[in-house]
């Protein structure tokens, strides 16, 4: 049943359809604050499909359908009056994207926006900065299941944004037969990181941070790391040790991962540790916050105009109700 609200406050829901899960987050939202209602995913592996055929094909489709309806579902019990499905890397590529969007929003009343990558980029800032305004240069990454992002901002300039098409699927996909992987994969994934990874223009940032479910999911297997939520190279080096010492589906148990994600860490912890390198950077922070949370907040800023608003969104706003 709905929640009771207070002052200002409003119920907003997001799922983000990504390469590897579909993810939901329902939360009350009152200025710049977010508390979560509901927060969980489910794996469909998109990306996955996508990469092997060119296509989601039906029954993908018809999963994603499924999930989506169930995820609106729980929004509106919960009293949402603003949802929003977005898509990001496989539904950009998928060969009968359109399909999917059709599919689902006939499905569930509510539209799938598939984003471009600026706007995956901006949307994520929001998230990741709660929509307050920039005071530092920050360098923001995402390592999806497909792709990964870095995207540069600052007080002077709006998000600029690179896409790879590097991530942890993608790269378990290419050289990981084995469970855990053998020495020689791991390094076949570290060169193959370090060389794309390298392709990406320098940036100079105060601050790295890293969002999305390969770091946050990193975290859990180092204790110290999931006290301050940060990762240096040689405390991605100590979770790679950690996940390659024994069967994903152990690691999974062990640290309470998803067994699916549990497999593909060792290659997030990778490409990771390539962004550090490649930047000069000494340690990220790990921010829970990303697109879901941006595209949260930017609803509830700007209603049904928030995709047409995400420039000056992305830039952050100051509350005038006397929100912190």
């Keep these: 049943m709905p929640v009771t609200l207070g002052p200002g406050a409003r119920v907003v829901a997001a799922v983000d359809v990504g390469a590897n899960s579909v993810h939901l987050l329902v939360a009350v939202v009152t200025g ?25 094909g039906p029954t993908k489709r018809a999963e994603l359908a499924a999930v989506l309806v169930r995820y609106a579902q729980t929004a509106r019990r919960l009293g949402a009056d603003r949802i929003a499905f977005v898509g990001t890397e496989p539904m950009r590529r998928a060969g009968d994207g359109a399909a999917a969007v059709h599919e689902v929003g006939q499905a569930s009343g ?38 990964s992002q870095i995207v540069r901002v600052g007080p002077g300039h709006p998000p600029i ?32 990181a370090t060389r794309i990874v390298g392709t990406a223009p320098l940036v100079e940032a105060a601050e790295l941070i890293a969002v999305g479910g390969t770091a946050s999911n990193l975290v859990k297997v180092l204790p110290a790391a999931a006290l301050d939520r940060r990762l240096d190279r040689a405390r991605l080096e100590a979770a790679l040790d950690v996940l390659r010492s024994e069967p994903s589906a152990s690691a999974a148990e062990r640290h309470a991962i998803n ?16 962004v550090l390198a490649h930047l000069g950077i000494d340690e990220l922070t790990v921010s829970e916050a990303g697109v879901r949370e941006g595209t949260v907040l930017a609803q509830a800023r700007a209603g049904s105009a928030w995709r047409d608003r995400l420039v000056a969104l992305s830039r952050g706003w100051i509350e005038i109700d006397g929100d912190p």
């Design 110 to 147: 509510v539209p799938l926006f598939v984003l471009d990558p600026r706007e995956e980029a901006e949307l994520t800032l929001v998230g990741v900065t709660g929509g307050r305004p920039i005071s530092r240069e920050l360098a923001i990454v995402d390592v999806g299941g497909g792709s």
């Design 259 to 274: 067994p699916t994600r549990a497999r593909l860490l060792p290659a997030g912890s990778l490409i990771l540790e390539a």
């Design 161 to 192: 944004s690179v896409g790879l098409r590097l991530g942890g699927a993608r790269l378990t996909a290419a050289f990981v037969a084995s469970d855990p992987p053998a020495a020689t994969e791991i390094e076949a994934m570290r060169v193959e």
């Design 32 to 56: 710049h604050r977010l508390e979560p209602l509901v927060d969980e995913s489910v794996f469909l592996g998109l990306g996955d499909r996508v990469d092997a055929v060119g296509t989601l």
